[in-house]
């Protein structure tokens, strides 16, 4: 009996090692704990399958006239049996949260989205421009150098110049990417336009609007019999009402491990798969569509893709920067010139 419960436990300590999957029983008692923290409260609650142990990420959505990424939340951090809440801060309260929404927001919700996407459109128009401008220069040779001892002015320019080029193409779909992230709709009708409409995500609804909602173990069940071949991201629990329960899902090929692009929902009274999208059914701006955030956070290329997006993230900044500096210096010089005659 002793090796039987050193078993038991040694399974239990490497499920919640790995982190719970499919048919794991933790969601449930997370719900549960979770509505117990927010008595009486409707709201809905979704939890991150991150796959690693430890901890367990969730988000609480209380009702609100909000949508996408302004809509309020709360973010809690449960314990591996999802028995108690280890964590809780409101979204926007914590550092990282708060840089996310300076990124992506500026702190101000969709003028701020608006003001960040067609900021990345300014970029592209920079970079196209000035790769222009730097082609009719003359020879490659003469394109490419860097003189280090020429007057500041020139290594102004240099600096300039051979950050731009080096950094062009990675630039251009950071920028690019960027941009789409922040204005999803003219993202649509770019891609409508180029290739074709996007797949669009389902929306079904539960076949009633009250009742016993299944256990989460049910849908899962059920979830994961519609895509055996599917990692589970995210469980999406709504409290009540029509809305199904939704699971987000990376099937192979998918590049983003995070937020992939599949779905499955599932009738939260029934427990019957109401609607799957998945990416690979999908068309080629589905295919091109899937890639846009992992392109974006570098996460396409793993741990070094994402050093390399905040490298590349500061190189704009390097830009402006040398840019002023090179304009002013070319304005003193001109000014030097009309009162000297010549340049120092």
């Not at 790995?18 to 008692?29: A, M, Y």
């Not at 990420?57 to 280890?86: Q, T």
């Amino acid at each position: 009996m002793r090796g039987r419960s050193i078993l038991r436990q040694f399974h239990l300590w490497l499920g919640l090692r790995l982190g719970p999957g499919w048919e794991s029983r933790v969601w449930d008692r997370a719900l549960a704990t979770a509505r117990a923290h927010h008595p009486g409260q409707q709201g809905d609650w979704s939890f991150e399958v991150t796959g690693k142990g430890g901890p367990i990420p969730a988000r609480y959505y209380p009702p609100s006239h909000h949508s996408g990424h302004h809509v309020e939340r709360e973010m809690l951090w449960f314990s591996a049996d999802g028995s108690r809440i280890v964590r809780s801060d409101p979204w926007g309260s914590y550092m990282m949260s708060w840089l996310y929404e300076l990124h992506m927001h500026l702190l101000a919700g969709e003028t701020g989205s608006l003001i960040v996407g067609w900021s990345g459109f300014v970029v592209l128009v920079l970079l196209v421009s000035g790769l222009i401008v730097w082609w009719s220069r003359g020879s490659w040779r003469k394109g490419l150098a860097f003189k280090r001892k020429a007057a500041s002015i020139r290594r102004l320019r240099d600096i300039h110049k051979l950050s731009g080029l080096w950094s062009l193409v990675l630039l251009f779909l950071l920028a690019g990417t960027g941009a789409f992230l922040a204005l999803p709709d003219i993202k649509t009708t770019l891609f409508t336009a180029a290739i074709a409409a996007p797949d669009t995500v389902p929306s079904p609804r539960s076949t009633a609007s009250s009742g016993q909602q299944v256990p989460i173990s049910i849908a899962l069940a059920a979830a994961h019999k519609a895509l055996p071949d599917a990692r589970l991201a995210f469980i999406d629990v709504p409290d009540g009402g029509d809305k199904p329960i939704r699971m987000r899902m990376q099937v192979p090929g998918d590049p983003h491990f995070r937020f992939p692009g599949s779905f499955i929902f599932v009738d939260q009274y029934s427990g019957r798969v109401l609607a799957v999208h998945d990416v690979r059914s999908g068309n080629t701006a589905t295919a091109v569509n899937s890639r846009v955030r992992p392109i974006h956070d570098g996460s396409i290329g793993s741990l070094w893709g994402r050093v390399l997006a905040v490298i590349l993230g500061f190189v704009p900044l390097l830009l402006f920067v040398t840019g002023i500096l090179h304009w002013r210096r070319r304005l003193a010089a001109r000014a030097q010139f009309r009162s000297t005659g010549s340049i120092s």
